[in-house]
């Protein structure tokens, strides 16, 4: 059963901490992306990545960076956690040739609370 | 810029009800309107549509695409509690999709 596997489904971190979040997908696709979920606001884009070692910023991608070193795994980096990124996030990956023409599959989701 | 607008953002209804969501878009090189269910977790895929007019059927639920008018409207037919989630529409494009707000739904028995 193809996957896209998210390594935490809940997290509490402390304010100031440095956060990684782990996505990895095993379909073989070329993007990946990562968005947080928060109540009255939708989904929104923090960044994606098209190709190893790629990356493009989304719509928020303040006070995150992200890591793609492999195909399959994609990295979300909180450097200094702080409480306004208490969220939850998802990662989802598709194939390169056209994320209208497939859609996405997504992960199950990380329910960080930053403290 | 894109957006995805969904109509209404919540809607409480009794089980057995009809409902109506509605979706409409400004995406760039559209290929295609998604329609997601969210539950407690990751949103599931329920339907992708890609040509106006051909509506998309799977048991209660069915959607369909108007590319003129740039909307969409998904219908959930005698509504059960199980079908109490957040239902998603997003537009997709060439390299990313585009996602509404969400629209919650709640079915009471």
């Known amino acids: 059963d193809v996957k896209v596997t998210q390594s935490s489904r809940y997290l509490v971190k402390r304010t100031g901490e440095k956060v990684f979040l782990e996505c990895v997908q095993d379909m073989d696709h070329e993007n990946m992306f990562w968005y947080r979920q928060d109540p009255g606001l939708g989904l929104r884009l923090i960044y994606f990545s098209y190709d190893v070692k790629m990356k493009e910023k989304g719509d928020i991608p303040e006070g995150y960076s992200v890591s793609r070193e492999k195909k399959e795994r994609f990295s979300l980096i909180l450097e200094s956690a702080s409480t306004n990124q208490t969220s939850m996030y998802l990662c989802?990956?598709?194939?390169?040739w056209g994320a209208g023409d497939y859609g996405y599959t997504f992960g199950s989701g990380t329910r960080l609370t930053v403290v | 810029e894109d957006k995805v607008v969904q109509s209404p953002l919540s809607l409480v209804v009794h089980e057995g009800d009809t409902v109506t969501l509605n979706c409409s878009y400004e995406v760039t090189n559209f290929r295609s309107l998604l329609w997601y269910k969210q539950e407690k977790k990751a949103p599931t895929f329920l339907f992708m549509l890609?040509?106006?007019?051909i509506e998309k059927k799977s048991g209660r639920l069915s959607s369909i695409l108007d590319k003129k008018e740039l909307f969409s409207i998904l219908n959930i037919t005698a509504t059960q509690t199980g079908d109490s989630a957040v239902y998603l529409c997003a537009g997709g494009g060439s390299e990313k999709l585009v996602f509404g707000k969400g629209m919650k739904l709640t079915v009471n028995p």
């Open positions: 989802a990956s598709s194939f390169s």
């Open positions: 890609t040509s106006s007019g």
